[in-house]
């Protein structure tokens, strides 16, 4: 005998609807459900740790942008706008991210690590390459092939550039003592700050 499922009867629903609607959390929760990543809560400010906490939300919304139905794969318009909505946050956060690395990071990477510029001006390449495909797409129809194929590039581009960074965040904490990962964690943390206030 097949399983019925009961949630698929129109009553059901009915009724789980208005009990949502009655119940206050749950109108709440449901109102500030957002794509957006949460905020990371004050942890280490080492700088691996801050930096490490960014490229997870960068994660975060990957995985959202992988999980919604591509043109390709039969996605509505209305799926075709969160991917958009997606793409814009990732390029938001990116640009904060990359801009305090490039006035902080990667200079004492050059100072501190044997290959620190080979390190620097690969990693420097990488966002340059992310930021052209984050351009192009910002051009795109997101109900297009080539939106699709823009951010499967992306998505490539972000992950092998991730990957590469941690490595180089392995190095750094091989290097350089507690006190001055904190030094370093704390300029970027007061760069972001000031970067959010000038947004």
């Known amino acids: 005998m097949p399983h019925e499922n009961p949630t698929t009867k129109e009553s059901v629903l009915a009724w789980m609807k208005a009990r949502a609607a009655a119940d206050g959390p749950m109108r709440a929760a449901a109102e500030r459900r957002t794509a957006e990543p949460p905020e990371p809560e004050d942890g280490a400010d ?11 939300q960068v994660n975060v919304l ?32 990116l640009s904060a991210h990359e801009t305090i690395e ?9 100072k501190a690590l044997p290959d620190g510029d080979q390190y620097a001006d690969t990693a420097l390449q990488q966002e340059r390459e992310g930021k052209d495909t ?21 998505i490539s581009q972000l992950r ?10 392995l190095k750094m904490g091989q290097t350089l003592d507690q006190e001055e990962l904190g030094r370093l964690g704390r300029k970027l943390r007061s760069a972001t700050k000031t970067g959010v206030r000038g947004a």
């Not at 080492?46 to 997870?56: F, T, W």
């Not at 959202?64 to 946050?89: E, F």
């Not at 351009?135 to 194929?149: H, I, K, M, Q, V």
Request: aromatic share 6%; hydrophobic share 40%.
């Open 62 to 93: 990957l995985k959202q942008l992988q999980a919604l139905p591509s043109h390709g794969t039969g996605g509505s318009p209305a799926d075709a706008s969160a991917r958009k909505s997606i793409v814009d946050m990732i390029a938001v956060r």
């Open 46 to 56: 080492d700088a691996l740790s801050v930096l490490g906490r960014q490229h997870n």
């Open 160 to 169: 092998q550039h991730v990957a590469f960074e941690d490595l180089v965040f």
């Open 102 to 110: 490039e006035e902080h990071f990667w200079p004492t990477v050059r």
């Open 134 to 154: 984050l351009t192009a797409l910002d051009r795109l129809d997101p109900g297009t092939r080539e939106f699709d194929e823009h951010v499967e590039q992306l």
